[in-house]
C-alpha cells in the first residue's frame, strides 16, 4: 500500500511539473517573440500524447503515432520560426519531447524505435535554432545540454525495455517448466493405469477359461483404469489449454489418494496392503505430500512392468523425527509378461529422484533381502 502511494505521489509530481512547464509556454504567448499559436498546438498534442491514459487510449493512437506526429509539429514550428516569426520556447516543449522520446524508446516496436527515437531527438535538438540560430555559443552549450538530456533519457528508457523483455522472457520460460511438468504428471498418471490395464487385461484372459466367477472384479478394475486415465488425460489437457481453473484441474496427489492407488493395484494375483502409521500427519506441506504420492505411483508402476511375479506388496507411511518415510517393497525376482514397448524408457527413478532431492529429500532404490526390490523416500 504504502508503494503503491509513494509511486502514485510521484507520477502526480511528474505531471504537475510537466503542466506547470507547458503553462509557462502558455503564458509567454501574450509577449512579442513569445510562443505563438503553433506552438501552443504542438504542447497541447505533445501533452496529450503524453498524458493520455492508457487504459483509455484508443488503439489507433499507437507509440509510433503518439511520437511522431508532435515531433513533426515541433520541427515544423522550428522552420517557421527561423523563417519568419522567430518566435522563442520555453521550458514546456523540450519537456514534452523528452518524454516522448522515453515512450518511443521504450514502447515502440523494434523496427521503430530508431525512425521514431532520432526524430523526436532531432526535434529537441533544433529547438534553439528558433530565435539563436546565429549565436554560436548558445547553441553550442544548448547542444550539449540537450545531447546529455537525451542520452540520459534514452539510457533510462532501453533500461526499462530490456527489464520487460527479462520479464517476458522469464514469464515464457516459467510457463514452459510448468507445461513440462504437466506433461510429465500426465505421463506418471496415465503410464500408471495403462499399466495396470494390461496385466488386468493378461489376468482376464488367462482366467476366462478357468477362474469365469472371478473374471467380473478384473474387468471391473479394467474399466475403472480406463476411465481414471481418460479423466488425468482431460484434466492435463484442460490445463495445457489454459483454461481458467488450471490450477484446480492439474492432476497431483496427496497422502489420502495413496490408499486409492493400493486398493486400485491390486488383483487377484498381487496383493497389495498399505500400512500408515497412526502418527503421520494430515497437514503436511501439499508439495511433500504430492511428491510422497508419486513414488508410490511410480513404485507401483515398476512392479506391474519389472516384475510381474511378485505376489506381495507393501507400502509403508512412517512419521519420525520430523521426516517422512514412504517406502513401497515386493517380493518379485524380476521378469515381466508385458510387451517391450509397455516397459518404459527407464526414466521413471531419475524423474523421481530429481522430485525428491528438490525438496530436499533422499531416495534410495535397490534389491531387498532376499527376494524382491525396495523403493524408499525420505523427506524432511
Known amino acids: 500500500m504504502k508503494s503503491a502511494t509513494a509511486r502514485g505521489c510521484v507520477w502526480g509530481a511528474g505531471i504537475g511539473a510537466l503542466v506547470a512547464a507547458a503553462a509557462v509556454d502558455l503564458l509567454a504567448s501574450g509577449t512579442d517573440r513569445g510562443v505563438g499559436w503553433p506552438q501552443a498546438v504542438v504542447l497541447l ?14 488503439l489507433w493512437l499507437t507509440p509510433q503515432l503518439r511520437t511522431v506526429v508532435p515531433a513533426v509539429g515541433s520541427l515544423l514550428c522550428t522552420a517557421d520560426s527561423v523563417l519568419r516569426s522567430g518566435a522563442l520556447f520555453g521550458p ?7 518524454c516522448l522520446l522515453f515512450v518511443a524508446v521504450r514502447h515502440c516496436p523494434r523496427t521503430s524505435v530508431m525512425p ?4 523526436v531527438g532531432a526535434a529537441v535538438l533544433a529547438l534553439p535554432a528558433r530565435p539563436f540560430a546565429d549565436d554560436e555559443d548558445f547553441m553550442l552549450a544548448y547542444m550539449l545540454v540537450g ?3 537525451i542520452g540520459l533519457t534514452v539510457a533510462f528508457a532501453a533500461y526499462l525495455r530490456s527489464q520487460d523483455y527479462r520479464r517476458t522472457v522469464a514469464v515464457s520460460e516459467t510457463r514452459r517448466s510448468e507445461r513440462l511438468a504437466i506433461a510429465a504428471d500426465l505421463h ?6 495403462v499399466t495396470g490395464i494390461l496385466v488386468q487385461t493378461q489376468v482376464a484372459r488367462m482366467m476366462a477359461d478357468t477362474d469365469s466367477d472371478e473374471l467380473d472384479p478384473v474387468l471391473a478394475g479394467i474399466e475403472r483404469a480406463a476411465t481414471e486415465a481418460l479423466a488425468s488425460m482431460r484434466r492435463t489437457v484442460g490445463v495445457l489449454r489454459d483454461t481458467a481453473d488450471a490450477a484446480d484441474r492439474r492432476p497431483v496427489g496427496d497422502l489420502a489418494g495413496i490408499a486409492g492407488l493400493v486398493d486400485g493395484f491390486s488383483s487377484p494375483v498381487q496383493k497389495a496392503a498399505l500400512h500408515r502409521e497412526p502418527v503421520v500427519p494430515e497437514d503436511l506441506p501439499h508439495e511433500v505430500q504430492a511428491a510422497a504420492f508419486r513414488v508410490v505411483q511410480e513404485a507401483l508402476t515398476n512392479v506391474r512392468r519389472h516384475a510381474g511375479d511378485a505376489s506381495e506388496i507393501t507400502v509403508g507411511l512412517r512419521y519420525e523425527r520430523d521426516r517422512l518415510e514412504v517406502t513401497v517393497s515386493d517380493d518379485g525376482r524380476g521378469g515381466s509378461q508385458l510387451p517391450p514397448a509397455a516397459h518404459g524408457g527407464g526414466f521413471g527413478l531419475v ?15 535397490g534389491p531387498r533381502a532376499g527376494d524382491g526390490w525396495e523403493v524408499r523416500a525420505l523427506f524432511p
Open 351 to 365: 524423474g523421481l529422484k530429481e522430485r525428491v532431492t528438490a525438496l530436499g529429500g533422499e531416495l534410495h532404490a
Open 147 to 149: 545531447f546529455v538530456l
Open 45 to 58: 498534442i505533445g501533452g496529450a500524447a503524453v498524458l493520455w491514459p492508457a487504459h483509455r487510449r484508443p
Open 188 to 193: 506418471d498418471f496415465v503410464a500408471h493405469h
Open 92 to 98: 514546456g516543449e523540450p519537456a514534452i519531447l523528452l
Open 116 to 119: 521514431c527515437a532520432s526524430l
